[in-house]
């Protein structure tokens, strides 16, 4: 069933229970206004929901009912037996349709007009259409058949019930014995009720007989309702308490029963253990909540927000039946509606904003919530700009929160983390919905105190990813119990990555920068803090050379700083029930609570993002710093990795590392020659030799440097001198290159540097090197757009080589000019940031071209994720090669055009 | 309002000695010599020695912590607290559980007496000589017949806040 429905049903049933009571108590004592005031807001909220979910019947009988209320309460309508019975018939009759409801999931068919029509009439008149109404009911032939007594018998009802309503409620005695003045205004309201109620009798009377008696009497105990009760939430955490104490008591016997074997009371331990560990799933269940739960507001918060700021957002929800504890639902409900208001507001593009930066008008916002390892993970991204770097840099450096200095070291990753500190938001201006400033410092501390995580990840212009990690459930985590300076401590399960062991024999051992711990983890430098001494602990003589020779580090992860921790030990992982500390402890920020273990004794329980703080705050992103340094100066200016070298002559001379397969160094006595060119055996294969120019004089003996190029099967070395460096660097090329084998000179390490063409090289030692396989019939016509003349030189050649006839402009505006000059291409191959027009633009436009629409457009780029694959398939690419791959580049262009 | 209320410090910390009537219940207890009251409503457990988990980085004065029957209470070395210097001897010692605030604190003292009934009568008001530390814990004397009974302030023993200040 429906939830909504659902819900409704079990709501409204509890209502209708309440309301027979209050009614009975208005009966009783006819002027209580609050009694009356209750009653009316039951009926007027059943009759406001069936309005909400469609339910025309039930919503006419509420209505009905509701009216008569509201003119009693008004104090229009006497309060009297009559009166009430007619209202409880009408809740009668609902509680009816509640059960057809329930049953059918739909109403069921026909109307409830005498009913109404009564409840009307009394509404009207205050008087009882009560028996009235059956007894007009057989006449209906005189009220069709002759119009003149429609009057007569319209008063005639109404007479009888003015009778009947002074027999029994003792109405005003002037209004019942007075006659032709008073009826004429009762008159006009009369004939249609009545007429109403006849032509609808016919049709009800079969429908009201077989639904009238025998549900009704059933639809009293609603199963709905049967089968749900609603609890204090209070009650229900107090069982948690209780079942958390219970678990611990549970553990402590178990430790007790471990290491006897024979024990008797091991097997009624088991059933116990057992019985507990399903009365805890169980409890817990009761406090679980689809995570739908806290989303619901959303969807209506995006759509105002989307009105207001005038973008069309698209808000994707993912897995909102994913089941979290209530109290955490609670707790993250406010950060989640924080963070997807701030997508939609600061991360999406207005519609004109959109089309510029070449994406799709609808921004989409999606939340994606999953479980993984005993969290929740809650995804919230958008397709947006992104965070924006340098305003984030500009006010860190205006807030206070770092100089100019500092923040030319640290990574993208570094520097997206100050939009967690307090007071900072990058909004240009501030909004009705976010922008003030307050914000993800709250929701973060907010996350953090529920002992989760954020992450975050951020492409400028292409969008922005929280993630956040929460554990299920407060009331009971895992943890691993850690010793150090003899005393033993928690560490929360879900900060811990891994856990390594360290000695000086093994591949992992603790290297020291100026008593500085580290490690040096597949490739990373991991910084290491020792447990015992950020915790005092450290009283006997400095013996930090011992601890090195064997340690176990504890890596944990906060956000996204990893780092590790020294212990002396590591005992197993324990579920522990979270305390908090008393109140004298509470300003110790690396503690986030204690607990009592199985053993019975009190243990505390570290908080990594306390000790990440303690050893220093500036370190937090810190370990990426390398890696998003290298990140930001791409993205500020491209750089290119270049291996510098010398050969034949003191010049140097530079090639892009990323064509470089390997570097070798070849014994001289080793070269072999075959058809008077230089060879060598290469990994089980003959490589040729190639030399720098003609003139080039290799060593008599002793080693030789060598470049190795490598292309599928085939290798080829290029002999060098020596092997200057590798230089990152920005390439800035002055074309002067007309001599073979050269692309031009660049300033690379502040040295005038010959970058060669490799390609050049790659054909001279295989002729066919770039695979000629459409070398008879027409040579394919490929334009190649770059804005970097570098990569134009580099590729002109090659895709020549390659076979095909190569155009070659700067920029795309060149490129469309070329377009309307009516010249054809059977492939384009175009780079993605280029000033002006960029590839996405340039893509878009062609869309939908007459002449070059269907030409198939390569990008080339030095960004490859998959967003970006994703994006350039969006705009009309047709692949995707990341530069430098110069074999992509060629397969792919033989493989779109062999499609074509 | 009987006579002896004049003799009850007008401060307002003074609540836990005015109970009316005219002798008040005290738990008594050694450290070192000197005898110490703790008003005996506020008590909740007298303890003989536990195995605490020390808190590091935690005040000097807090000791550890400890497991109650389920519950963590925080134990609180009074003769730190104090000023006084540690104990010569390896008596363990014992503690008194009281509660405060709804959080239970183990004092930890060289050795529990017995529950005193002392007269209301034999109030002192701290002598303006005591120490200030001294002065600060305590909420008056109590003359007994061969020792004096310094009644402790439970609620300033525990309020690390203001010894902070304090020191600094």
Redesign the interface.
């Known amino acids: 069933m429906d939830d909504l429905l659902s819900e409704f049903l079990t709501e409204t049933s509890e209502s209708l229970s309440t309301l027979d009571v209050e009614l009975v108590k208005l009966e009783q004592n006819p002027n209580d206004p609050d009694i009356l005031s209750n009653i009316f807001r039951l009926v007027h909220t059943i009759k406001g929901t069936c309005g909400f979910l469609g339910l025309p019947r039930l919503e006419a009988v509420a209505h009905a009912g509701e009216n008569v209320l509201g003119k009693i309460r008004d104090g229009e309508l006497v309060v009297t037996a009559e009166a009430v019975t007619l209202v409880l018939e009408s809740i009668d009759t609902i509680k009816y349709l509640l059960g057809e409801l329930e049953q059918n999931e739909a109403e069921p068919d026909g109307d409830d007009a005498d009913l109404i029509a009564r409840l009307n009439h009394f509404a009207d008149t205050g008087t009882i259409l009560g028996g009235a109404a059956p007894a007009a009911a057989p006449e209906p032939e005189p009220v069709e058949d002759e119009p003149l007594i429609v009057g007569e018998s319209a008063v005639a009802v109404d007479s009888d019930a003015l009778q009947a309503a002074f027999d029994a409620t003792e109405v005003d005695p002037e209004f019942a014995t007075s006659s032709e003045p008073e009826e004429q205004p009762a008159a006009p309201a009369a004939p249609p009720a009545a007429a109403k109620s006849q032509q609808v009798a016919p049709a009800k009377k079969p429908a009201a007989e077989q639904k009238a008696e025998p549900p009704r009497g059933e639809a009293k105990e609603s199963s709905v309702a049967a089968q749900t009760i609603r609890v204090n939430v209070e009650l229900l955490e107090n069982l948690m308490t209780l079942v958390s104490?219970l678990v611990?008591?549970r553990n402590q016997l178990l430790q007790m029963v471990r290491g006897k074997d024979d024990s008797e009371f091991t097997v009624p331990l088991q059933r116990l253990s057992h019985i507990t560990t399903d009365l805890q799933e169980g409890v817990m269940k009761t406090r679980m909540q689809p995570i739908g739960n806290a989303w619901a507001k959303l969807p209506r918060i995006v759509r105002d927000l989307a009105l207001e700021m005038n973008k069309k957002i698209d808000l994707q929800m993912i897995g909102a039946d994913t089941e979290l504890d209530r109290q955490v639902l609670e707790l993250i409900k406010d950060p989640l509606t924080h963070m997807v208001r701030n997508s939609a507001d600061h991360g999406l593009e207005d519609i004109p904003g959109r089309r510029e930066a070449g994406k799709p008008e609808t921004g989409t916002v999606t939340l994606n919530a999953y479980h993984e390892g005993g969290h929740i993970i809650i995804e919230i991204s958008d397709d947006g700009r992104g965070l924006n770097l340098d305003r984030i840099k500009a006010k860190a450096i205006a807030n206070g929160l770092a100089t100019e200095g500092e923040l030319e070291g640290m990574g993208e990753q570094q520097i997206q983390q100050f939009i967690f500190k307090p007071g900072f938001s990058t909004a240009e201006k501030v909004t009705s919905v976010s922008g003030r400033g307050v914000g993800m410092d709250v929701v973060r501390t907010n996350i953090e105190k529920i002992g989760g995580t954020v992450e975050l990840k951020s492409v400028e212009g292409r969008g922005s990813t929280f993630i956040i990690k929460i554990p299920l459930t407060l009331a009971i985590v895992s943890a691993l119990i850690v010793e150090s300076?003899g005393?033993?401590f928690a560490i929360p399960q879900i900060s811990v990555l891994e856990l390594v062991r360290a000695s000086n024999n093994s591949e992992h051992s603790i290297e020291r920068i100026h008593d500085t711990p580290v490690l040096r983890l597949r490739n990373r430098l991991l910084p290491l803090v020792t447990l015992k001494k950020i915790?005092?602990?450290d009283t006997q003589d400095q013996t930090d050379e011992s601890v090195d020779e064997e340690a176990f580090i504890v890596v944990a992860q906060v956000g996204t700083y990893s780092f590790g921790i020294i212990v002396d030990r590591v005992f197993d992982t324990e579920e522990i029930v979270v305390?908090p500390?008393?109140?004298?402890?509470r300003d110790?920020s690396?503690?986030s609570g204690?607990?009592?273990l199985g053993d019975?004794?009190?243990?505390?329980i570290l908080d990594p993002n306390g000790i990440a703080t303690r050893t220093g705050e500036i370190t937090v992103g810190g370990s990426q710093g390398v890696e998003g340094k290298a990140k930001t100066d791409s993205s500020d200016r491209e750089t290119t990795s270049m291996l510098v070298f010398r050969a034949g002559g003191s010049e140097v001379r530079a090639v892009p590392l990323a064509l470089v397969a390997r570097l070798e160094e070849i014994d001289v006595e080793n070269i072999e020659h075959s058809n008077g060119r230089p060879l060598v055996q290469y990994r089980g294969k003959l490589m040729p030799l190639v030399f720098i120019d003609g003139s080039y004089q290799m060593k008599a003996e002793g080693r030789q440097p060598t470049l190795v190029f490598q292309d599928r099967e085939r290798t080829m070395g290029l002999v060098v001198d020596e092997i200057v460096d590798i230089v990152d660097d920005v390439l800035n090329v002055e074309l002067t290159a007309d001599q073979d084998g050269l692309v031009g000179s660049a300033v690379i390490d502040g040295k005038a540097t010959d970058l060669i063409d490799a390609g050049y090289y790659l054909e001279l030692a295989f002729s066919d090197w770039f695979g000629t396989e459409d070398n008879g019939g027409e040579k394919k016509r490929v334009l190649l757009i770059d804005d970097s003349p570098f990569f134009r030189n580099l590729l002109t050649p090659m895709l020549s080589v390659a076979g095909f006839r190569v155009t070659a402009v700067e920029t795309a505006e060149q490129a469309m000019e070329l377009k309307n000059r009516g010249i054809l291409f059977d492939a384009i191959i175009s780079d993605i940031e280029m000033p002006g027009m960029n590839g996405f633009e340039f893509a878009e436009a062609l869309q939908d071209d007459e002449l070059w629409g269907e030409v198939p457009i390569i990008a080339l780029s030095s960004h490859t994720s998959e967003e970006d694959f994703e994006r350039g398939r969006q705009v009309g690419f047709s692949d995707y090669v990341a530069k430098f791959d110069r074999d992509a580049l060629v397969s792919t262009l033989v493989q779109t055009l062999s499609n074509v | 309002m009987s006579d002896s209320n004049a003799l009850v410090p007008s401060h307002e910390r003074g609540g836990a000695l005015d109970l009316g009537g005219d002798s008040q219940d005290f738990v008594t207890a050694y450290i070192g010599k000197q005898l110490f009251g703790i008003p005996v409503l506020t008590v909740q457990d007298v303890l003989g020695p536990q195995?605490i988990?020390?808190?590091?980085?935690?005040?000097p004065e807090?000791a550890?912590?400890?497991?109650l029957r389920?519950r963590?209470v925080?134990a609180i070395d009074v003769r730190k607290r104090l000023g006084l210097r540690d104990k010569d001897d390896d008596d363990p010692g014992m503690s008194i559980v009281v509660d405060q605030?709804g959080?239970l604190?183990s004092l930890m003292v060289d050795q529990v007496g017995e529950v005193l009934s002392v007269p209301k009568k034999a109030f002192e008001q701290n002598p303006a000589t005591l120490d200030p530390r001294w002065r600060e814990f305590s909420d008056g004397i109590f003359r007994l017949d061969k020792k004096l009974l310094v009644i402790l302030d439970v609620t300033r023993l525990?309020d690390?806040t203001s010894s902070i200040k304090q020191a600094g």
Request: overall charge positive.
């Open positions: 104490e611990l008591t300076g005393e033993r915790l005092g602990l305390k500390v008393a109140p004298i402890l110790l690396l503690f204690n607990t009592i019975g004794s009190v243990i505390m | 195995r988990t020390r808190i590091p980085l935690a005040p807090v550890g912590s400890l497991n389920g963590i925080t605030g959080e604190y525990l690390f």
